[in-house]
C-alpha cells in the first residue's frame, strides 16, 4: 500500500510538470567522474575507485528519477518510427541484399515485425534487446564479407577496419539531437510534441569542479549542456538517432562504390 501511494504520488508529480510543456526544464544532474579500467570497492557506505582517478575519466550522470521517466516515455514514444529506419538486426547475415542495409546493433528495442514496420513491445518486460544476441551477429557479418571476398580476390589478403567515435556522447549537443529528432515528424500537428522532446533532452549539470574542468581536459565544447547523459536508459536509443543521417551517407557511398567495381571503373 504504502508503495501504491509513493507511486501514485510520483505520477502525478510528473503529470503536473508535463502540463507546463512550454516551461518544462529537467533538473541539474550531478557529475559522477568513473574512472575507465579502474577497480572499485565499496567503503564507509559508499563506492569509490581503489587508488588515484586515472586521466581516462567517464562522465557518468545521476539523473533525477522523473527526467528518467519522462525521458524513457519520450524513447518509448518515438519507437517504432526510429527502429524502422534503423533496420531489424535479426535479419541473417547471410542474405546479401541485408548486408546492404546500415544497421544499428545495440540499444534497439524490443520490437516486432508488422509488414514493412517495426513495433516496439510496450508490454514487453525488457525494454532493449539483449545486447549479446546483436553483437554476435555483428561479429558475423564482416567475417561472412571477408570469407566470400577472400575466394574472388586470389592472393590478396582481406582486412577489417573497425573504428571507434571518441568520447561521442559527451559530444552531441541537445541542438543536434533535436535537429535529428525533427526528421521524425509526420505532420505539423505533431510540432509542440518534438518542441518538448527538445526541452526533455536538454540536460545540464549542477555545478562541480569536475564538470567545470571536463572542456579544456578532454577537449570537449560547451559540455555545460549534454544531450546523451551517460548511464540513462533512453541515451544509447537517442545515440542512434544522432548517427542516423551519417550512417545513411555512408550506405550510400558504399552502394555507389560497389557499383563502381561492378563496372570495372
Avoid at 36 to 58: A, L
Amino acid at each position: 500500500m504504502i508503495i501504491n501511494l509513493f507511486a501514485s504520488d510520483f505520477i502525478r508529480e510528473i503529470q503536473e510538470r508535463l502540463q507546463d510543456t512550454e516551461g518544462w526544464k529537467p533538473e541539474t544532474m550531478e557529475f559522477v567522474p568513473a574512472p575507465k579500467n579502474q577497480r572499485w570497492r565499496f567503503r564507509f557506505g559508499s563506492w569509490g575507485p581503489i587508488g588515484d582517478i586515472t586521466d581516462k575519466i567517464r562522465p557518468l550522470a545521476h539523473v533525477h528519477l522523473q527526467d528518467q521517466v519522462v525521458a524513457t516515455g519520450l524513447m518509448m514514444c518515438l519507437a517504432d518510427r526510429v527502429e524502422t529506419v534503423l533496420g531489424d538486426p535479426r535479419s541473417s547475415p547471410l542474405d546479401e541484399n541485408q548486408r546492404h542495409q546500415i544497421l544499428a546493433y545495440g540499444h534497439e528495442n524490443v520490437s516486432v515485425r508488422i509488414g514493412s514496420e517495426l513495433r516496439h513491445s510496450w508490454g514487453s518486460a525488457k525494454l532493449y534487446r539483449q545486447y549479446f544476441e546483436d553483437y554476435q551477429t555483428f561479429l558475423k557479418r564482416p567475417m561472412i564479407v571477408a570469407n566470400q571476398l577472400s575466394s574472388l580476390v586470389g592472393d590478396f589478403e582481406i582486412a577489417i577496419v573497425q573504428s571507434d567515435f571518441s568520447k561521442f556522447y559527451d559530444r552531441v549537443r541537445p541542438q543536434m539531437l533535436i535537429e535529428k529528432l525533427r526528421k521524425f515528424m509526420r505532420s505539423p500537428e505533431e510540432r509542440n510534441f518534438f518542441n518538448l522532446a527538445g526541452r526533455i533532452s536538454a540536460w545540464r549539470w549542477a555545478y562541480s569542479s569536475q564538470s567545470e574542468n571536463m572542456p579544456e581536459q578532454h577537449d570537449i565544447p560547451n559540455f555545460d549542456t549534454v544531450a546523451l547523459p551517460q548511464g540513462l536508459v533512453s541515451a544509447g536509443f537517442f545515440a542512434n538517432v544522432a548517427l542516423n543521417d551519417f550512417e545513411s551517407r555512408y550506405a550510400k557511398r558504399g552502394a555507389m562504390r560497389s557499383i563502381l567495381m561492378a563496372i570495372g571503373a
